[in-house]
């Protein structure tokens, strides 16, 4: 099974700076892989898809990169607000073409400081 | 994207019980999948719900355990048999979208004592 690690459960930065977030996996290369916020009490919300043949996706201060050498998606949220804390959750396909089922990883938990 | 519904939103139950949980949904989808969240963990997959056909379930989790139903392409229910405190955890309820992305209901808190 997908094993899939995110480089830390917490993580604060300063409003305006560049949150990155990592995402590392250890077995068989997804088709695509996904990122979701989720805030508390609520069900995770989609955020960016991006498959194995793309490098990067962008979606306004949104940007995923996806390196299937590395095993390893970086997500970035730029000019970082405080309404953007939450936690954020990678989660991947397969395994099998066409494969709908998610394994998610525990997620990151974001705090933007003022 | 599709907008889902959950019932109940939260429930305490006694060891022993069973709870079903309702999820609808505001359009006809095929693939339906319902996930546990466990305290400080993330979602694990329980199953996957097609309409017309019989849930998948994922390792670790059987049916008679946690009965599905489909009975619709916009309804979906989850049951939690013979409850025991091992079974707290959050319940969700998932659709897929056009580009393989999910979108999620608000969660079914579940407590048993």
């Known amino acids: 099974s997908q094993k899939i690690e995110q480089n830390s459960e917490a993580l604060n930065i300063q409003e305006g700076k560049t949150a990155t977030l990592t995402c590392n996996y250890t077995n068989y290369s997804p088709a695509y892989l996904q990122w979701y916020r989720q805030d508390p009490g609520r069900g995770p919300v989609f955020l960016l898809l991006?498959?194995?043949?793309?490098k990067e996706k962008r979606k306004e201060r949104l940007k995923v990169t996806f390196d299937t050498t590395l095993k390893q998606s970086l997500f970035h949220i730029t000019a970082s607000q405080p309404a953007d804390s939450a936690t954020y959750l990678c989660?991947?396909?397969?395994?099998?073409?066409?494969?709908?089922?998610?394994?998610f990883g525990k997620g990151t938990k974001l705090s933007v400081i003022p | 994207s599709a907008v889902i519904s959950q019932k109940p939103s939260r429930d305490i139950c006694q060891r022993g019980t069973s709870l079903t949980i309702q999820c609808q949904v505001d359009?006809?989808?095929?693939?339906m999948f319902w996930y546990r969240q466990q305290p400080g963990q993330s979602l694990t997959l329980i199953a996957t719900?097609?309409?017309?056909?019989?849930?998948?379930?994922e390792s670790g989790f059987v049916i008679d355990k946690f009965p599905i139903s489909r009975p619709n392409l916009t309804f979906s229910t989850l049951t939690v048999s013979n409850m025991s405190p091992e079974d707290s955890s959050i319940y969700l309820c998932?659709?897929?979208?056009?580009?393989?992305?999910?979108?999620f209901g608000p969660g079914t808190r579940l407590t048993v004592t």
């Open positions: 989660a991947l396909d397969g395994p099998g073409a066409g494969s709908y089922q998610l394994t």
């Open positions: 991006i498959r194995e043949n793309e």
């Open positions: 998932s659709v897929a979208g056009l580009a393989a992305e999910q979108y």
């Open positions: 719900a097609n309409q017309g056909s019989e849930a998948t379930y």
């Open positions: 359009s006809q989808v095929t693939m």
